[in-house]
C-alpha cells in the first residue's frame, strides 16, 4: 500500500511523519475488523507506505471485502477533520503467491507482481481522476479465485484495467472508495 501523493509539494516532514503514524494506526485497525491477525503478518515499511505479507491459509476475500470497505469508512472519517495538506488518501495492490524470506525481508515474484500492480500508471490515474480516499487493484489471479465461486465479493464492483508497467503487462481489477464504486 502507498499514500497518495505522500511527497507532493505542499506537505512538509511534520505532514509526512503525521500520514506515517495514521497510515500505520488505521492499517491495525482495518485488519483488527476484518480478523486479519495484524500482529501475525510481516511488513514492512517501505516510507511512504508498507508491504503485508499475511500467514499462509488466510482467506483472500476478506482482503477485497470487507478489508477494502473498513478502510474506505476509516478514512473518511478521519479525513473530515483534516485539512487538504494532510488529507490521507490510500492505493492498496492486492495479489496472491509464493514469497521467500531472506535477510533483507521477502521477494518473490508475487512481491514483483504486486509492486507492478502498486505502481500501474493505469492505477495512479484512476485513483487521482475519482478523487476515492481508498483505490484496491487486484490481481487477476487472485481475483479470479476469491469471485469465481460466487459468495462474498460482488465482482459488479469491480473494473478491469488494464496494467503497463515495466516488464509487466497484464490485467488487474479496480475498485474505489466513494460514491459510484460500492
Known amino acids: 500500500m502507498d499514500v497518495v ?8 516532514e511534520a505532514i509526512q511523519e503525521e500520514l506515517r503514524g495514521a497510515t500505520y494506526e488505521l492499517l ?11 500482529d501475525a503478518c ?27 470497505h473498513h478502510l474506505g469508512a476509516m478514512l473518511r472519517h478521519s479525513n473530515r477533520c483534516r485539512s487538504e495538506a494532510s ?6 495492490a492486492v495479489s496472491v503467491g509464493l514469497v521467500r524470506r531472506d535477510a533483507h525481508g521477502v521477494a518473490g515474484h508475487a512481491v514483483v507482481h504486486l509492486f507492478r500492480l502498486l505502481e ?11 478523487g476515492s480516499d481508498v483505490g484496491v487493484i487486484v490481481g ?28 509487466t503487462k497484464a490485467t488487474a481489477w479496480l475498485w474505489m472508495s466513494g460514491f459510484g464504486s460500492g
Not at 501523493?5 to 512538509?12: E, I, K, L, Y
Not at 491495525?28 to 495484524?38: D, G, K, Q, V, Y
Not at 488529507?87 to 492498496?92: E, G, H, Q, W
Request: net charge negative; glycine share 10%.
Open 5 to 12: 501523493g505522500f511527497s507532493a509539494p505542499h506537505r512538509d
Open 140 to 167: 487477476d489471479r487472485m481475483f479470479e479465485d476469491v469471485t469465481g465461486g460466487g459468495g462474498c465479493v460482488e465482482r459488479e464492483r469491480y473494473r478491469p484495467v488494464h496494467v503497463v508497467c515495466k516488464e
Open 120 to 130: 500501474a500508471p493505469a492505477f495512479k490515474e484512476a485513483i487521482e481522476l475519482s
Open 42 to 68: 510481516h511488513v514492512e515499511d517501505r516510507g511512504d507506505g508498507a508491504l503485508v505479507v499475511l500467514p499462509p491459509g488466510m482467506p483472500g476475500h476478506l482482503l477485497l471485502d470487507p478489508l477494502a
Open 87 to 92: 488529507r490521507l488518501r490510500l492505493r492498496v
Open 28 to 38: 491495525r485497525r482495518a485488519f483488527e475488523m476484518t480478523w486479519l491477525p495484524w
